[in-house]
């Protein structure tokens, strides 16, 4: 089986690709390719491969191209991780933005408004000769803003493109681990969009153990979510929300938080990963303790902004293994090898909630198999969540009718209208800053 990797080049594809050693079962990937178009990258990441699987006969074997079509011709899966501008254009999304005194968050307010714009043309591109030259192929997209660039691709590709997320396998993970149960054995009624959505129960065994969490302030104070958010506002809520909803329920505190930062998490990253990336080019580095080193500072630094506003204190040892490759692997598996599991993914919407109408994609625990992702009945949102929820998809659709018209206005409107931009004019101002920034931006008329 053939696996593709768009974005090959990129730092966290050694975890997808060591996920994958050591898999002998029928129909298992036997060949990965990496497409990229940085050459440096594409060889600093395949040298990290090649110390993964030494000494593993079966590993898969790995191929590397710089030609899309090549890379996407005869793929079985193909996984798009692509950064669209880099890192030097995420770190240019938060100047901008916190130039305005507002978000730049990568997926998040103006930031992710901006990266979406930027991303949204390219990811169709993929989508187009996806389903011209490998019309068999499931895509798992893991290009942020996901749920965004999902449903861009899912007019192309229609349920043959699935989204995907760690953050609320990572969510449901802590609670169950708080409430002494196996999260393998635990059902997660989670519901919303990417990086918008909430823990509303968690079945154990038929029952509902989230109220038994909700009530004891000592166990909510206890993860990661309660430190971030705090426990007598998560009983206010009556549920547990994904991390990223810090930016909403706490805008202006991390707002300052991230404008008092040496760095954003943009210029960090940036800078961190060119120090890898510039230590490959020594033909004696060791590649694989080399990118360990690196991605063990990358996780435990995330999201830092948030929990110094919140005095969260440092992440849990648990939390700094990632998850996404496992995600993504466990959705190829059960597809390819007809393995039902339930995931939680980025899907389209399919009546699942009523809010919405069935195109739009949401992130929804689903029931899958080798006929794909199929969303799961779920109750209503509360009408706080349902009005965060449909203001958020409205300003999505915007980035899209953006991306596809060319139209500068119909992106201010974008801009305008995301709950965390505060002002027409600062939306403006946005769109200038981002336009002025990003040659990829230059089809804004």
């Not at 699987?53 to 090549?70: F, K, N, Q």
């Not at 043959?160 to 393998?184: E, F, H, K, Q, T």
């Not at 961190?272 to 063990?296: C, H, I, N, V």
């Given at each position: 089986?053939?696996?593709?990797i768009?974005?090959?080049?990129g730092?966290?594809?050694?975890l997808?690709?060591g996920a994958?050693?050591?898999d002998?079962a029928e129909?298992r990937?036997?060949?990965v390719v990496?497409?990229d178009l940085?050459?440096?990258r594409?060889?600093a990441v395949?040298r990290?491969l090649?110390?993964?699987a030494?000494?593993?006969?079966?590993a898969?074997e790995?191929?590397?191209t710089?030609d899309l079509?090549?890379?996407?011709?005869g793929?079985?899966f193909?996984?798009?991780?692509?950064?669209v501008?880099g890192?030097?254009g995420r770190?240019a999304?938060?100047?901008?933005?916190?130039?305005?005194?507002?978000l730049g968050?990568?997926t998040?307010?103006?930031g992710?408004?901006a990266?979406?714009?930027r991303?949204?043309?390219?990811?169709?591109?993929?989508a187009?000769?996806v389903a011209r030259l490998?019309?068999?192929?499931?895509?798992?997209n893991?290009t942020?803003?996901?749920?965004?660039?999902?449903e861009?691709?899912s007019?192309?590709?229609g349920d043959r493109?699935i989204g995907?997320?760690?953050?609320?396998v990572?969510l449901?993970?802590r609670i169950a681990r708080?409430?002494?149960?196996?999260?393998?054995?635990?059902?997660?009624?989670?519901v919303?969009l990417?990086?918008?959505g909430?823990?509303?129960?968690?079945?154990?065994?038929?029952?509902?153990?989230l109220p038994r969490?909700?009530?004891?302030?000592?166990l909510?104070?206890s993860?990661?979510?309660?430190r971030?958010?705090?426990p007598?506002?998560l009983?206010s809520?009556?549920a547990?929300?994904n991390?990223y909803l810090?930016y909403y329920y706490?805008?202006?505190?991390t707002?300052?938080?991230?404008q008092?930062?040496?760095?954003?998490r943009?210029?960090?990253?940036?800078?961190?990963q060119a120090g890898?990336y510039?230590e490959?080019?020594?033909p004696d580095?060791?590649?694989?303790?080399?990118w360990?080193r690196?991605r063990a500072?990358r996780e435990?630094?995330?999201m830092?902004?948030?929990r110094?506003?919140a005095?969260?204190g440092?992440r849990?040892?648990?939390?700094?293994?990632g998850?996404?490759?496992?995600?993504a692997l466990a959705l190829?598996r059960?597809i390819?090898?007809?393995?039902?599991?339930?995931?939680i993914?980025?899907?389209r919407?399919?009546?699942t909630?009523?809010?919405?109408?069935?195109e739009?994609?949401?992130?929804?625990p689903?029931?899958?198999?080798?006929?794909g992702?199929?969303?799961v009945?779920?109750?209503?949102?509360?009408?706080?969540?349902?009005?965060?929820?449909?203001s958020v998809?409205a300003?999505?659709?915007e980035?899209?009718l953006?991306?596809?018209?060319?139209s500068r206005?119909?992106?201010?409107?974008?801009?305008a209208?995301h709950p965390l931009?505060?002002?027409?004019n600062v939306a403006r101002?946005?769109?200038?800053?981002y336009t002025a920034?990003?040659?990829?931006l230059?089809?804004?008329?």
């Amino acid at each position: 089986m053939r696996l593709t990797i768009l974005g090959g080049g990129g730092f966290r594809v050694p975890l997808v690709y060591g996920a994958l050693l050591g898999d002998r079962a029928e129909g298992r990937v036997t060949r990965v390719v990496l497409h990229d178009l940085d050459v440096e990258r594409l060889s600093a990441v395949a040298r990290v491969l090649a110390e993964q699987a030494a000494g593993d006969p079966a590993a898969p074997e790995v191929t590397v191209t710089t030609d899309l079509d090549e890379a996407v011709r005869g793929a079985d899966f193909v996984f798009s991780a692509i950064r669209v501008g880099g890192l030097e254009g995420r770190a240019a999304d938060e100047r901008v933005a916190l130039g305005q005194d507002v978000l730049g968050q990568e997926t998040v307010g103006a930031g992710g408004i901006a990266y979406g714009l930027r991303t949204v043309p390219v990811a169709v591109d993929i989508a187009r000769r996806v389903a011209r030259l490998a019309p068999d192929a499931w895509v798992i997209n893991f290009t942020n803003p996901a749920g965004l660039v999902t449903e861009a691709m899912s007019r192309h590709l229609g349920d043959r493109v699935i989204g995907i997320c760690d953050s609320p396998v990572g969510l449901g993970r802590r609670i169950a681990r708080v409430l002494g149960a196996n999260p393998r054995e635990a059902w997660i009624d989670y519901v919303g969009l990417n990086h918008l959505g909430w823990v509303r129960g968690l079945r154990i065994a038929g029952r509902d153990e989230l109220p038994r969490l909700l009530a004891d302030p000592a166990l909510l104070g206890s993860f990661e979510e309660g430190r971030l958010f705090g426990p007598e506002w998560l009983q206010s809520l009556g549920a547990v929300p994904n991390e990223y909803l810090h930016y909403y329920y706490f805008n202006r505190e991390t707002v300052r938080a991230y404008q008092r930062a040496e760095k954003t998490r943009g210029a960090f990253l940036r800078d961190q990963q060119a120090g890898f990336y510039d230590e490959m080019k020594r033909p004696d580095a060791a590649a694989l303790s080399a990118w360990d080193r690196t991605r063990a500072e990358r996780e435990a630094t995330y999201m830092a902004e948030n929990r110094d506003a919140a005095g969260a204190g440092e992440r849990e040892e648990d939390d700094l293994a990632g998850g996404y490759e496992k995600v993504a692997l466990a959705l190829m598996r059960a597809i390819a090898r007809d393995e039902r599991t339930t995931l939680i993914l980025n899907v389209r919407n399919r009546g699942t909630l009523g809010a919405l109408d069935a195109e739009a994609v949401i992130e929804v625990p689903c029931l899958v198999d080798a006929n794909g992702a199929h969303p799961v009945a779920v109750d209503p949102l509360p009408g706080h969540a349902t009005g965060l929820v449909c203001s958020v998809k409205a300003v999505e659709r915007e980035v899209l009718l953006a991306a596809e018209s060319g139209s500068r206005t119909t992106a201010v409107k974008a801009f305008a209208l995301h709950p965390l931009v505060d002002s027409v004019n600062v939306a403006r101002a946005l769109v200038d800053g981002y336009t002025a920034e990003h040659p990829g931006l230059a089809y804004l008329r």
